[in-house]
Every structure is written in C-alpha cells, then in structure tokens.
C-alpha cells in the first residue's frame, strides 16, 4: 500500500476528490437492497410477521441458515483469539493525548499534560446481556472526586456463538447520551472497543445519575451469543478546555419518554407514540441548540431503499408486499406545532445489513457512533422564555405519491423509528430575562419531482419498477433576540438536497439504488456571539439480487459502495474531532474537515438441503481527518492540515492491509501477502 501524501496540498485535492464524487453520485440516484430483508427485532416481537424488507429478509435467511457465521475461508480454531472488530475513526482526546479508539492500534503520541489534578476512571458497568428484552443494566453513578472537564468512555465487548446486530443505548436518567449497535459475532468470538468524548454531558456528570444501558437481545438455542461488556468512563482536566470556542451547556433538557425513574430506557417508538414533551423552559437563556437521535427498525431500517407508496404491491405475487413511504426520510422538529429545523438521517448500515460478510472485521460508517443532527434553536427564545408551557415534537415523514408525477409529504412512516431529542442550553446570570420579538412561522414544503414506470413480462406479472425522485428543501427562521449577553437577529438556516433514481427488478427479487444526500446548515447571531455552519454529504450505493435455483439452491450477492464528507465550523454542541490535536504551539483552527469513502463487495451460498453455507466479503475504506486553518490560500480556501489518515481493506474476517498516518507520521503500514 503506497504513502499517501501528507502535504496540506495533498489533503486538499483529497477532499475534493470527494466533493466531485459526490457530485458524480448526487447525479446518479438508484435504488437500494437493503428494503428488502427486514430487521430481526421486530421479528422476535411479532414470530407471525414476515419482513417486507428484501435486505432484512437476507439478514434473516442467513442467520437461519446452517453454519450462518462460516465463510469460504478456514475457520479458526476453538482456541484461537477473538477477531477484533472496529469502525474507522479519528482519534479522540484522551490523558494520554489523541488516542485511537478501535482497540486495535495504541496512541503513539506523547501524553497531553492535564494540569495538577491527575484523571480518574471509574467502572460504570460491568454486565453480561442475554435475555435482555425490557431488563436494561440500571445502575448508580456518583461524580468522582478528581477534578476534571473532560470525560471519555470505553465500551468493550466480547462475545462469540451466533447472534443478530444489536442496537445499545446509554442513559443519564431520561437523558439519551449514545446510541450504538453490535458486531456479529463468530464461532470463536469477537471483540471490539470504542471511545467515545463524553464531555458535551458534562452538567450531567457532575450530578448524580441512574445510568441506564439498554441492549436488547435474546439468547437459546439457536442464538447462543452472550454480550459480555464493560463501561468505563475517564475524567481529566485538560488544557485543551481553554482553547475550545464554546464550553459545554449549563443545563441539557431531555425530549423523551422520560421513564428513566422507573429503570427504563426513555426512548420513544414512532409512530405508534406520540414523540411530545411540554417544557417548562428557563428564562434565562442565552443560546439553545436541539439535538435528535432517530434509528430506524422493522420495515423503515432500510427506509432508503423502501419504494413508493403507491408501489408497495407491485410485485405482490412473487415477492410480497414492499415496505413504502418512498426511500425518502425527514426528521422534523417542531416548538409549539412550528417546524423549527429538519434532520435527513444519515443511511446507518449495521453489521447484520445486505450480507453479513460486508461488516467484518470492519464495521460500516456510524455503526458503533450514530451521530446526532444539531439544530440551533435561539431563534426561539423569545418566546420559549416568556414563562409558559410548550411543546417540543419530532416526527419523522416520507412520501405519498400518485404513482405518475406527483408526490407530497406523508403524515407519517411504516413502524418504526426509535427517537429522542435534547435541548442544550446555556444561561445567563440567574434573575435575568431574555426577550426579544418571536419568529413568524417558517417556510413551506420542500420542492418535490417524481416520477415512476412499471413493466410487465410476457406472463403479465409485473416486472421491474423505476422511479426518480428529487427533494429540496431551504428552511430559515430569523428572530430579534435579547439577552443579558447581548442581542441582535438570530438565524437558523437549512438548504438541504436529495436524489434518487431507483430499481427494482426480477418481480422482486434484485433491487439497485443510488441515492445522494447534500445539506449546509448555518446558526449565526451578530451581538450574541453565534457562530455555527456545518456542511455535509452522504451518497450510496447498493446494488443486491437474490437468486433461487429450481432445487431450492439460494445465492445472494450485494454490492455496497458509502461515502460521507462533513465539514464544521464555528460552536458545534459535539466534538469536532480537533479537540484531540489542539496545543498551545498549534495555529488555531477555524474548522475541522472529515471524508471518508467505504465499499465491499459479499456473496454467499447455501443448498436447498441447508446442510451447509458459504460466504466470503471485501471491504475497502479510506478515512482522513484534517483541521481547516483562518489563514487561506490566495483564492480564499482555508488551507487543510491533515492530522489522521487511514486506509484498510480486509478478505474474509481478515485486514489484509491497513495503513495509519497520524500527524504526519506512518504509525501502522501492513500487508498480508
């Protein structure tokens, strides 16, 4: 594997390679697998229902089949070390400076000083989840003694047998603080490690808390893996702290079913709830920022690959019933029935989704990390802080059509999407108020294009569908705000696009989508000090087919190509990833800059007899991380410093190559002849 260069110019012409990729895919749009084989949880609930998903109904026809966990390759011994899985990712802030966080590969950089106070660590949990549906781990934190305005914790796991990806959410009483999902594990086990900067929370760390960590799964004789964990969190105070534009919010208002009193996880379960809250907000205020987390399940986990509404039961009588509502999807967060900002999700593929082997020993993008959406909502204040009531809702929508030319907004989706939402919130001095003049009501739809075509073969069934569909959205709203701070206009603003062109062929049985996602977001406030934008971009594509032999032999195939580019500038609630490589002696940054670029290719086998079967997958992915300096070049663009670069490609359980550049310095460049 070649060195890649590690000038910022090099880093430069890397990001916009990914920039006109996108740009290529964006014009693409196709339709996607992964509809087609339903989630397994909702399975388990309800053993009479079928998944009308394609990918999900794979997932399940491999899970069941014998030797589910085999590929073509020799299977390691019963003493052989567990495989360690990961996700590719820059490295995170820790005591010991930037760390790597995929438990495979140690910080080689010399540890950051953390001033006089030395960091802590404390157990949060130690548990083993099996049968575990409605028992989260429930358990008591204190605040530790150490002084300390960072915290970093470590989830590790271990578990070997055969079991489904799992989803894992972690609570601070109702508020939600990580959503994760599991490995699929072997025979003779996985294992895998992630950090993850905790001090966004830091209001809540300070106070005590119940913790709650909710990972459902079943354990019997079929499926024998046991997820063994242990949560730990690290507090240390670091120098880094003063260098960060925007310290974590004072006080953090859960949106969510808030049961987090009686044991229970405080997720809700849309549509079948009503995803509300009335809040009694403080007056204040001086900034607040919404952040959502959604995960979707059952027919909506591979929403981006669902079909049109109207086309549902197009292939009726050879496949069955498709999920619908389109493969379009939009969060959408309402204060007092008022659309405030939006959320298009990012398409999260787990471990068990399209083919098993794509996943491992490198998992897909977010899926150890699901990222939340933030959503500046000062705009607002001047009416949240008047001193009453009001409600704070998210839904979450597709699409409608009439299966010509037309399409609108739905009210609502198949089932189901698991959701919560926070309110970070930072105050001015206790006594003040904050007022101002409240938002008028914010913009209209989004601009939709559709269009469909349904074939029949020469038996009369139908054949194959096409569509094309087009979403754009731009969204501001703009209020005068005053506060013990300062004041001025405060604006949020979205412009958001989305392409797809999909198909699906075979009555039924192959499906092929690529679809784009492009967004910028700005929160900007002259007088209150806001400053946010955050740009981004998401295509994919999936192309899967599922082919029965007249003796009942099954062959599947699938094709994953993924890619994601974010850059951030300004007061992110979250971290950026920067926090990790910001010193005394850097030059100070302006932004951070992230591309990353995933494919892999699976097949897999099995007899009509399910005496056996056989699997084998590829991936490649390249990762690189980088800050963006205030000082640009001679036609404005911020220079790009690159501080991490990885790239991996793994056959069959194993990395056959892996190449990791940190800070300019070759720390890792392997490859497996």
């Known amino acids: 594997m070649s060195l890649p260069n590690l000038m910022s110019d090099g880093f430069r012409a890397l990001v916009a390679k990914w920039v006109l990729i996108v740009a290529l895919l964006a014009g693409l749009s196709l339709a996607h697998p992964d509809a087609r084989y339903p989630p397994q949880k909702a399975i388990e609930r309800s053993a009479a229902r079928i998944p009308r998903s394609p990918l999900a109904r794979l997932n399940n026809l491999i899970a069941g089949g014998a030797n589910a966990t085999s590929t073509s390759s020799a299977v390691p011994a019963a003493t052989s070390a567990p495989l360690e899985c990961f996700q590719v990712a820059e490295p995170v802030l820790t005591p010991q400076g930037p760390t790597f966080r995929d438990g495979v590969l140690a910080s080689t950089a010399d540890p950051a000083p953390i001033g006089d106070e030395a960091e802590c660590t404390v157990i949060l949990m130690e548990h083993s989840f099996a049968n575990s549906y409605g028992a989260p781990f429930v358990g008591n934190y204190t605040p530790p003694t150490c002084e300390f305005d960072h915290v970093v914790i470590n989830f590790t796991v271990l578990v070997k047998g055969r079991q489904y990806d799992r989803t894992g959410v972690m609570y601070l009483g109702d508020n939600e603080v990580w959503r994760t999902s599991t490995a699929e594990p072997t025979s003779y086990g996985i294992r895998w490690v992630w950090l993850k900067d905790m001090t966004p929370f830091t209001s809540l760390w300070k106070a005590p808390q119940t913790l709650i960590f909710d990972l459902e799964s079943i354990v019997d004789d079929t499926y024998t893996g046991i997820l063994n964990t242990t949560l730990t969190a690290t507090f240390f105070k670091s120098p880094v702290a003063a260098l960060e534009s925007q310290a974590p919010a004072d006080l953090i208002i859960p949106i969510s079913e808030r049961t987090g009193s009686t044991g229970q996880p405080s997720q809700f379960t849309y549509p079948a709830q009503n995803a509300t809250n009335t809040v009694s907000f403080p007056q204040n205020v001086n900034r607040a920022v919404f952040t959502v987390d959604v995960k979707a399940q059952g027919d909506e986990e591979f929403w981006w690959s669902n079909v049109p509404q109207s086309a549902i039961n197009t292939f009726e009588a050879q496949y069955g019933t498709y999920p619908g509502y389109s493969p379009f999807r939009e ?93 970070f919130v930072w105050l001015d001095e206790e006594g003040s108020i904050t007022t101002g003049v409240p938002p008028a009501a914010p913009a209209s739809d989004p601009t939709i294009v559709f269009s469909q075509r349904i074939t029949q073969n020469a038996t009369g069934f139908n054949d194959t569908l096409d569509y094309n569909l087009a979403v754009t959205r731009m969204l501001t709203v703009s209020a005068y705000v005053k506060t013990q701070k300062g004041e001025g206009t405060a604006t949020w603003s979205q412009s958001l696009s989305y392409s797809n062109n999909g198909g699906v062929y075979a009555q039924g049985f192959d499906n092929v989508n690529t679809f784009a996602i492009t967004g910028a977001d700005t929160a900007t406030g002259a007088g209150l000090d806001i400053s946010y934008s955050a740009s981004y971009s998401y295509p994919l594509y999936c192309g899967s087919s599922a082919v029965y032999a007249p003796e009942g032999n099954l062959t599947l195939r699938a094709d994953l190509n993924q890619s994601l580019s974010r850059e951030v500038h300004g007061s992110s609630v979250f971290p950026t990833g920067l926090e990790a490589f910001l010193t005394g002696e850097t030059p100070k940054f302006q932004g951070s800059v992230l591309s990353t670029s995933r494919n892999g290719t699976a097949t897999y086998y099995r007899p009509a ?42 056959y069959n359980d194993t990395v056959t190559d892996n190449l990791v550049v940190l800070n300019g310095q070759v720390v890792s460049n392997e490859t497996q002849a």
């Not at 967060?333 to 098993?356: E, M």
Request: proline share 5%.
């Open 609 to 650: 007899d399910n005496s056996y079967s056989t699997g084998a997958g590829r991936t490649h992915q390249i990762f690189s991380f980088g800050g963006l300096s205030e000082e640009g070049g001679d036609d404005g663009t911020p220079n790009a410093t690159e501080f991490y670069y990885r790239e991996v490609s793994a």
């Open 331 to 423: 969060v959408q967060i309402l204060i007092d029935g008022q659309l405030a900002g939006v959320s298009w999700p990012f398409p999260v593929i787990y471990t068990g989704g399209v083919v098993p082997q794509l996943h491992r020993p490198i998992v897909g993008i977010q899926a150890f990390d699901i990222a939340e959406h933030e959503i500046d909502i000062t705009p607002w204040l001047p009416l949240l802080c008047d001193g009453t009531n009001h409600t704070f809702a998210i839904k979450v929508v597709g699409l409608d059509d009439d299966g010509v030319s037309s399409a609108t907004l739905s009210s609502t989706t198949d089932d189901e999407w698991y959701i919560t939402g926070k309110i």
